[in-house]
């Protein structure tokens, strides 16, 4: 019997202060597992404790792997993870779409080298800056979580490009036209960024708690269906059927073009 393959994906949560005890990977990561899964390879979400494993989406971001990723591959050659990787980045680009490539880190079994999306060795501490980037992210988080708003109608802290640096207050809501946000900004930069058009955008960040596949109305975080992608005919599309919202940001470039700041 051949030793057993296996995938193993972590998991980070920088809003563990707000949303604790939580199993959360980036949509990103998400839809990497999917495309492995399809191709056959048993994908392991890390620490395998139990919880349900829940995704973050950034509506309104352009960037893909913005946030780290650590993959650890378990008796499997490193160009099979990487040639599945790299077709999808080239998709991406294909797409004009932005990839911070450099946040894809792979091991292999036990070794403490990495390696990129392309196979290439990292240097040898690009592991201990992930560590101390996604600590001085959750650190961050908790110091602005702990926070109180000054304005009892707006309770949703609003930050900058969706880092630990608070800008101002909101209140989020949702109607039949879709999200909406009232909001005070204070800090003065951001205020004087966004009257001259250089700060234009909102982008929410949320939880997707409960999650519906098109194709086989179950679970979309654990079936294998990609979305947009056709089976017998029908197109994949997941639906968010429960979510916890989790921030709202200013970010420079939306990636949609309705979410757009109206400043007054």
Known sequence: MGKKKIIK?????????????????????????????????????????????????????AEFFADPINITLINIPITILTNIISNQIQKLLDKKEKVNKENINIKIDNSTRTYNYLGEPQDTNNHKLVDKKRKELKDGFDRCFEIKSPYEDLPTPVFLEHKPKIVGWCWLWSDDEGLKSKMIINDKVVKRRISQNRLNGLSVTGIATKTECSICKSDFVECKHIPAKKYKGKKCFNTIMETDYVETSIVKEPINSQCLINYK
């Open 9 to 61: 994906i972590d998991t980070f949560n920088p809003y563990e202060n707000r949303f604790p005890n939580r199993k959360l990977i980036t949509r990103d990561t998400l839809l990497l597992v999917k495309h492995l899964r399809s191709e056959g390879y048993e994908v392991v979400i890390e620490p395998d404790n139990g919880l349900p494993v829940q995704y973050l989406y950034k509506k309104g971001i």
